[in-house]
Each structure stands twice: as C-alpha cells, then as structure tokens.
C-alpha cells in the first residue's frame, strides 16, 4: 500500500510563509508525479501544484503563480510545496496526492491521497 505522509501546515498571518512536505516511503518516486490540492466548504476541491519526478516538469494554478514553489527530492522521496505570500483565500486543508501519470493528476485522476493538513492564514 503507498502511504503519503504530510507534515508543514499550519496557523500563519497574511504575507507570511509555510513549506508543506509530503513523503512516500517506499516506493520508485520517479515512478510517481506528486501534487498538492486543497479544499474548502465553499470552493470544493481545486488543484495547486504538481511536478512529474520522471521530467521535473511542473504545473500550478494560476491563483498561486509567482506565490508558490513545489520541488522534488527523490534521494529522500519528498517533495515540498514552498508557499509565500499567503492569503487568506489560501485557507483550506491540503492534500498530497500520487498518479502514476502528471497528465491524470492535471486533470483530477489520483491514484493515492495524503491525510492532509490544515493551513490557515489569519488576515
């Protein structure tokens, strides 16, 4: 079974920063594209980031553009999400998810799901 174990959230005030780590132990990262999404009561779920640990290749929307960073390292089957900037609209508990395929993750299809984590921005 893959597990994907997060850690990284968080209380923070508007303009601050958080890093969000998520971890597959186990498995052949490359294997792997890893992504981050996030939930509310009021938006539902909505996709933030992911990169493919075959090309490196990276994808986020465009509310977090320029905001923030998701990188990988596949020596410790990690990868990160580096969030500045944060918003109070940037509330929601985030979920690190795992496709085989970044193409499936881009459009929703995941084949593993963290537990997530709480990140909240106070303004």
């Known amino acids: 079974e893959v597990q994907l174990v997060e850690s990284g959230g968080g209380l923070v005030q508007a303009g601050g920063s958080l890093r969000l780590s998520c971890t597959v132990p186990?498995?052949?990262?490359?294997?792997?594209?890893i992504g981050w999404f996030r939930q509310t009561p009021e938006k539902g779920r909505e996709g933030v980031s992911c990169i493919s640990n075959s090309d490196d290749n990276t994808y986020s929307a465009d509310s977090v553009k320029g905001r923030f960073t998701i990188s990988s390292d596949k020596a410790n089957n990690t990868v990160y999400l580096q969030m500045t900037g944060l918003k109070p609209e940037d509330t929601a508990v985030y979920y690190c998810?795992?496709?085989?395929?970044?193409?499936?993750?881009?459009?929703?299809?995941?084949?593993?799901w963290g537990q997530g984590t709480q990140v909240t921005v106070s303004s």
């Open positions: 998810a795992a496709s085989h395929e970044i193409a499936r993750m881009r459009k929703g299809d995941i084949d593993y």
């Open positions: 186990g498995v052949n990262f490359i294997d792997y594209a």
